[in-house]
Nanobody
Framework: QVQLVESGGGLVQAGGSLRLACAAS????????MGWFRQAPGKEREFVAA????????YYADSVKGRFTISRDNTKNTVYLQMNSLKPEDTAVYYC???????????????????WGQGTQVTVSS
């Protein structure tokens, strides 16, 4: 099993920045990629960004391209999400997830995530 613990959420004004962190423990050698998802009140959970363990390929949702950056420190089994130019519509619970690589698309982006963190709240005020 893989355990994921997020940190770094909080309240920020529009235009501000936050950095989320997700530390993985357990069977981390099985992780193909780590990603971030978010879920706003009354909405479905949506993909935000992902990064593969080998090669460091990154994938972003169109809504965050140019504003969010995913990075990772493999020595610490930690993935980060740097969020800049935050907007009120970025308000959501952000979840870290890990994929074993059992289902990926033609570009190598994971389509299935087996392990999830508990989530961290990000609130952007206008």
């Amino acid at each position: 099993q893989v355990q994921l613990v997020e940190s770094g959420g909080g309240l920020v004004q529009a235009g501000g920045s936050l950095r989320l962190a997700c530390a993985a423990s357990g069977r981390t050698f099985s992780i193909y990629a780590m990603g971030w998802f978010r879920q706003a009140p009354g909405k479905e959970r949506e993909f935000v960004a992902a990064s593969t363990s080998v090669g460091g390929s990154t994938y972003y949702a169109d809504s965050v391209k140019g504003r969010f950056t995913i990075s990772r420190d493999n020595t610490k089994n930690t993935v980060y999400l740097q969020m800049n130019s935050l907007k009120p519509e970025d308000t959501a619970v952000y979840y870290c997830a890990a994929s074993d690589g059992s289902l990926v698309n033609f570009a190598g982006r994971p389509l299935k995530y087996e392990h999830w963190g508990q989530g961290t709240q990000v609130t952007v005020s206008s």
